[in-house]
């Protein structure tokens, strides 16, 4: 892309340049810049009418300012980007460019500055490349519509009324619509950013009643992209975190198998090394003489060599005698 050296965002405020904008194209002037535009005119041989009028109209639209400027009926924080993208385009049609440069908007500058030497002004006159000069018209055309939709007043207070509902808005859509597409992440310029800033105050506009049969605006592809990016980075980290997540179940199962050891370790070390260990000790011990004692009387009554027992039946006594194995 080439470089871009014009200012793209000097068409926010062009509603008031209306005053301007209404005499810009009077080229009646006095005789001083009639003798000043003849002479700058015959430096173009057979194209020195190309040169004449625009050369009448600009000077007459310094006179203008210079008037308006004094009663202050402007906010001419634009101004001179303004006027020499006017001076620019009132030239279009003059194909050497080159000659131009050289010897016409230097002259002119100095003629232009002298009007506005009271008002300690320097307008800064140069030739716009024709490539920047189709941007900025393109965005001149969209404020240039925009504000044909209002007329201002002043009483009480200045603010806007909607004059015009449908009309300039739907040539502000179609003028849009038809240039976003050259705008995308990797063809980042001044121009699209403007674009952008044009967007947004059509937007926020709420002057007039809405438009339902006017084509929306297309939407800014850089944030149609970041926010496809942002899908497609959450989608990755959804299925990062799915695998994170089954390696630790899987890791969780195996060392499973392995974690009894330690606890059954930690248990016997608990029960044998602390007071619940030594009450434990005592009635094992307890539990062991008592069965000692048990199983010594059993085996003394067992081998008693001659024990009987008396049974009686049917009134006849009979000994039944048991012998140890």
Request: glycine residues 2%; charged residues 25%.
């Amino acid at each position: 892309m080439k470089s871009e050296k014009e200012d793209y965002n000097i068409f926010s405020n062009l509603h008031e340049y209306k005053g301007l904008e209404i005499v810009r194209m009077n080229d009646q002037v006095g005789m001083s810049d009639i003798n000043f535009c003849h002479s700058l005119g015959e430096k173009f041989g057979d194209s020195k009418h190309k040169i004449e009028k625009p050369c009448k109209q600009f000077l007459q639209l310094c006179t203008q300012y210079t008037v308006l400027k004094i009663l202050n009926t402007f906010n001419d924080k634009n101004f001179c980007e303004i006027m020499n993208y006017w001076l620019n385009f009132d030239l279009r049609e003059f194909n050497d460019k080159d000659k131009l440069e050289l010897d016409f908007f230097p002259l002119m500058m100095t003629e232009s500055n002298k009007k506005f030497k009271k008002l300690n002004c320097t307008l800064d006159l140069h030739k716009i490349e024709e490539n920047e000069l189709n941007n900025l018209q393109i965005l001149y055309e969209l404020y240039d519509n925009f504000y044909k939709r209002f007329d201002t007043v002043y009483v009480p207070q200045k603010k806007f009324i909607c004059k015009s509902e449908c009309n300039h808005k739907r040539e502000c859509a179609n003028i849009f619509n038809n240039n976003i597409d050259r705008c995308s992440s990797k063809n980042q310029s001044k121009f699209c950013d403007a674009l952008q800033q044009f967007r947004h105050k059509y937007m926020d506009d709420t002057i007039c009643p809405i438009c339902p049969d006017i084509t929306p605006l297309k939407p800014y592809p850089i944030e149609e992209q970041l926010a496809e990016s942002l899908v497609a980075e959450t989608e990755d980290s959804a299925k990062h975190m799915n695998h994170v997540t089954q390696e630790s179940t899987n890791d969780h199962s195996s060392t499973g198998k392995y974690t009894f050891i330690p606890i059954f370790l930690s248990i016997t070390v608990g029960i044998f090394f602390t007071p619940l260990g030594d009450f434990l000790n005592s009635r094992i011990i307890k539990n062991k003489m008592l069965r000692n004692n048990l199983q010594t009387e059993d085996c003394e009554s067992v081998l008693s060599n001659y024990e009987t027992e008396q049974i009686f039946s049917e009134d006849i006594p009979y000994h039944i005698a048991y012998h140890s194995s």
